[in-house]
């Protein structure tokens, strides 16, 4: 949280954060098709983004996220009122 203030005795605050993540899929143990072709992830898929924090108090918050894959060339952005946990 970089910024924090007060409207009419409500607390904000609000935070940014960066992320990066690499996986790879696998469907089963065995190989795994689906019209003749393979469903299991193949290769490592990676993303990474970074996102915008707005709390309202101890537990309001809402998220603004913006995440980009380089090895699938697709982008995202998502808006969410929580948190994950």
Do not use: C
């Amino acid at each position: 949280m970089f910024w924090k203030f007060t409207i009419k005795n409500n607390h904000f605050a609000v935070g940014a954060v960066a992320f990066l993540d690499a996986a790879r899929i696998w469907a089963d143990f065995g190989r795994t098709e689906l019209g003749g072709v393979s469903i299991d992830g193949g290769s490592f898929k990676l993303g990474t983004g970074g996102g915008l924090r707005v709390r309202w108090g101890e537990t309001f918050l809402v998220r603004f996220d913006g995440a980009y894959s380089p090895t699938d060339k697709t982008q995202g952005f998502y808006v969410d009122v929580g948190h994950v946990f």
